[in-house]
């Protein structure tokens, strides 16, 4: 997946949109209740992490931080309010940077499958290595001025998705990135694009804090080849031109707590409950 074009040699957009509409109804956005009114602005996404009859809805945790109040769109007339104490991760050592991670956990009833099926652990790329040069796909909801009266109505709000490759050192070195802790993605703003793969026009990949970095994987069986998306990273940062990054917290950072899949001297984070 080391191209420097895209789609990657060999890849079809068009199974890049399919697999990124399969993953899509576990992405939702965050919006914050305006002080004095009823009415809800758009400040972030989030995504379902789904471990078995659990779920931890994962996002930045900028996006959720501060008094006001925030609200999480599921789906047509369903909304949750995120919690006043939820868990965030913190450095385990002395000069590993904040991930800018929040997470809050539920439990997933049958009947709401449909609604909150949520990523699978087993698609999360545990331990991978991701030269310089390798793609990825991100998926949220982009930044908006509009306000909403209704938490669903910010599902119109069409996400979007940002192709790009991982930057180079040189890039982490300038902005101060940990490759043990950070994924930087270098994109071409023509290629933000709408799920249908439009090219989308006006709203910026700001509001994507709290989303989906993939890692798009090839599946071959016999003749046939299929798309899959595994979760490399969530969300925390976009900077614009002329360096044009979108920056993520590796997902490694939120599995040390989760589901450890780092040897304990690897570990960078660890859980603390706020207050």
Known sequence: MNSDSWPPAGLDLNELQAAARQVAKSIKPVLEIQEGSKRMKQVGSSFILRMGTRAALVTAAHTVSGPTTKVIALDKGSATRWPGQYLVLEPLRAGIPDADVAYSFGEVRAEADDL?????????????VFPE???????GYPASKAEYTAADQSLRNQLFFVSGHRAGDSAYAKHGLDLSVHLAVSYDPKSVR??????QQGPKPAGMSGGVLFAPMTLVR???TSIVFFVAGILVEQR???????????????LDELAPGRPEPDRTHAARLTS
């Not at 909150?116 to 991978?128: E, T």
């Not at 040069?133 to 998926?139: K, Q, T, V, Y």
């Not at 044009?244 to 490694?252: E, F, K, P, V």
């Open 116 to 128: 909150m099926g949520g990523i699978p652990l087993d698609r999360m790329a545990v331990n991978a």
């Open 133 to 139: 040069g390798a793609s990825f796909m991100a998926i």
């Open 222 to 224: 016999g003749a046939e």
């Open 194 to 199: 709408t799920m249908d793969g439009n090219l």
């Open 240 to 254: 614009g031109s002329p360096h044009n990054l979108l920056i993520a917290t590796r997902i490694d950072c939120l």
